[in-house]
């Protein structure tokens, strides 16, 4: 569904328009749950090392957002992350697709298609190249080490 504010561009991910923040180059990224995770741990770990008595000093906010990703990401390696993230980059996918496919894990290219609506358009992937990127990212989900 579009989404206009007065005086700005149209925001619509069906049609993976997501306004100049999130174009080429303009610095933001759209990343998994996962590789947020693995972001705010970071920032964790640094809080309790430059701190004497070890305690994270993330705000509130940054504590839930690590509850969330949490409980949701579908990857529970860095390894398994990046390979996710290699194997979705490795096809003709916009990073939203790539982060929405790696979110949700959709089991099949038909409910890919219906939960990303993006990739139903022609030309974009073909059902089989999904089904095999899928097939491969299942192989990858909550792998723990």
């Not at 590789?35 to 705010?40: A, N, R, S």
């Not at 529970?76 to 790539?98: C, D, I, K, M, N």
């Not at 099949?108 to 974009?124: F, N, Q, R, Y």
């Amino acid at each position: 569904m579009a989404h206009q504010a007065p005086g700005q561009a149209t925001l619509d991910s069906k049609t993976l328009q997501f306004g100049p923040v999130f174009e080429d180059g303009k610095g933001a990224f759209m990343l998994m749950n996962c590789e947020v995770k693995q972001l705010l741990e970071e920032r964790k770990s640094k809080g309790e090392k430059s701190n004497a008595d070890g305690d994270s000093h993330l705000p509130e906010k940054l504590e839930q957002t690590l509850e969330y990703v949490t409980r949701f990401s579908q990857f529970g390696t860095q390894e398994a992350a990046e390979s996710v993230r290699e194997l979705l980059q490795g096809h003709p996918l916009h990073p939203f697709e790539q982060a929405q496919l790696g979110n949700l894990c959709p089991e099949d290219p038909e409910e890919a298609k219906s939960i990303i609506p993006s990739l139903a358009a022609e030309g974009k992937i073909d059902d089989a190249d999904l089904r095999d990127v899928l097939h491969e990212m299942q192989a990858h989900r909550n792998i723990k080490h």
